[in-house]
């Protein structure tokens, strides 16, 4: 049985992006493999041993410093759940509730940054098609996702994301995965193999 938390699916629930457990779920339907989604609100506890793949989407800016105070009190059990090679995705703003992981800084822009996205990735074959809608960004080029031929990368650049083992965070929404089948049949892949 596959288990997938949903991170604060109220307050983080901008564009669609529930979509995303929506794909990853129906393709799992499709190929009859059992898992059950937990939905964790602010009075949840925690439990990341017991989940094989954490996600979490964009939200309201009000909302990501409150869910990162939540969330710190988790910082050492949140890297050991990624060193243990347990998937972790954040799309959009919810790049910056990690920061506090330490694997990249948050680079904040006032404008917001709106585009369009064609992009390419190692992870599957194709181009991802996405959005984006954001004011913050990963500074890093180290450990990218994606290459991207339009919309906006990390830093300025056409490199896009931020990849650890199974720990991916990316500004780019769409919903990203119901949008881009090779992309989720990826993280399904994923998730069968461990």
Same mark, same amino acid.
Request: charged letters at 25%; hydrophobic letters at 35%; a negative charge.
């Given at each position: ?6 991170? *604060?699916?109220? /307050? &983080?629930?901008? +564009?669609? @992006?529930?979509?995303? !457990? ?36 964009s939200g309201r ?12 009190? *988790?910082?050492? /059990? &949140?890297?050991? +759940?990624? @060193?243990?090679?347990? !998937?972790?995705l954040a799309t ?103």
């Open positions: 049985m596959i288990t997938i938390a949903h991170l *604060y699916p109220y /307050e &983080l629930a901008l +564009y669609g @992006e529930n979509g995303n !457990i929506k794909a990853l779920t129906y393709e799992l339907e499709k190929q009859n493999i059992k898992y059950k989604v937990i939905l964790i609100d602010k009075e949840t506890n925690l439990e990341l041993e017991k989940y094989d793949f954490i996600y979490i989407g800016e009000k909302y990501l410093e409150d869910v990162k105070k939540r969330l710190l009190p *988790y910082k050492e /059990e &949140l890297l050991n +759940y990624i @060193e243990s090679d347990k !998937i972790l959009g703003n919810a790049i910056s509730i990690f920061d506090f992981l330490d694997f990249y800084e948050i680079e904040y822009h006032e404008n917001r940054e709106v585009h369009d996205v064609d992009a390419t990735t190692s992870l599957c074959s194709g181009n991802i098609k996405g959005f984006q809608n954001t004011n913050h960004l990963i500074k890093t080029t180290k450990n990218i996702i994606f290459n991207i031929n339009e919309g906006i990368g990390n830093h300025n650049t056409k490199m896009e994301g931020f990849n650890y083992k199974n720990f991916y965070a990316t500004s780019i929404i769409g919903p990203l995965l119901a949008r881009n089948d090779k992309l989720n049949q990826y993280f399904v892949n994923l998730l069968t193999k461990n």
